[in-house]
């Protein structure tokens, strides 16, 4: 048995056109022989009937007096509906196939509701359904735990789900289905001269997925490495012959490798300064996390903190340090751009680029840091289209 598993997102199944682009996808794929695993997510997006955050919306979402299990509860239906209506679309196609929950599927979960984490998948379950059906649409972003609770898995669940069940069903490929051809070298909102990567690592899909990129939720990317499961991000309204770009171990499906393979970018940041002594240092990230504050791109110096914060924080922790007594200086509408590559680890004079390309165009460089695969900096957001801009120009012009 050769399995393909293809997971089709809320705009990709958000009705009959769009479900129709998705079964040629899935048609081909059995006329090839497979036998084909679909995760599907809700159907369409916030404003759509059935979509995650309008069926959270019912129960007045985040001030819900639902517990995490009863909210649970409500937003798995999303998928559940997707599953079927997409299962009755390919029978009434002459496709054979079956609607499977994720219980359903042997996905199993702890109790963690909301923010589940997958424990096993008895892949029995889907060995058995294959005995009858040739292509499995199963419900992404949900589970159930040892006690047949439902749970969900987080945002970006279902591509987890697909990635989880490709590498515990050793599928010949997982296929993330969605609205744009394939990972592109830059957002194309900003910059016109984006181009089309045709193959891409897995960390460098998943430091740009971090960054911004959202073509792909990362924790999906690290399952597939970890099982060596080659992944293809591609549209769905291209036809079935058109692959997208090639996600896989650097050393197998990348030809030529550049310096900079991508630049992405976050808006809505408001960076927090505060002048320090070690202690205060320890008061200040223990205040954030006490409070659940997650914080972004941070430096820590002698007499100095630097982080960030999402818009939707900033007024906690501003109320938090003043209570505190802690003073800070606060710089709103920042913007962090990531320029991404593994072929930048030891080559010289990428800094050197960096600094330039933005000081020629007149643009502050507000705070750096760097890992092996990615260099970040932080500018005002006024000044992220030209940023993100000339640094494609010297970097990804020419691949």
Known sequence: MTIMVQKFGGT????????RAALKHVKYSVDKGYQVVVVVSAIGRQGAPYATDSLLGLVDGEQSLLSNRELDMIVSVGETISAAVFSELLNKEG????????????????????????VNINTDLIYEAFDT????????????????????????G?????ALLGAALDAERVDIFTDVSGMMTADPRLVTKAKFLETVSYEEVANMAHEGAKVIHPRAVEI????HVPVRIRSTWQGPEELGTLVTDRNLGVKHYRSVTGI????GLTQFTIKTNNHTAKDVFNLMADSQLSV???????????????SDDVDKAKRLLSEAKIDVSILANCAKVSIVGA?????????SKIVTALAENDINILQTTDSYTTIWILVQQDDLKTAVNALHEVFLNNI
């Open 296 to 310: 972004d791109f941070i430096n820590i110096s002698p007499g100095k903190v630097i982080f960030n914060l999402l």
């Open 224 to 227: 597939a490495q970890q099982a």
């Open 12 to 19: 990709s199944v958000q009705d009959d056109e769009s479900r």
């Open 133 to 156: 059906a040739d292509v499995l649409v199963v419900t992404g972003f949900q589970g159930a735990t040892s006690q047949g609770q439902t749970t969900t898995i987080g945002r970006g």
């Open 343 to 351: 072929g930048m680890t030891g080559t010289p004079g990428v800094t």
């Open 264 to 267: 992405a970018h976050v808006t």
């Open 95 to 118: 496709i054979n196939a079956a609607a499977l929950t994720g219980q359903d599927a042997g996905v199993e979960t702890n109790d963690e509701f909301q923010n589940a984490k997958v």
């Open 158 to 162: 279902s591509d987890t789900t697909a």
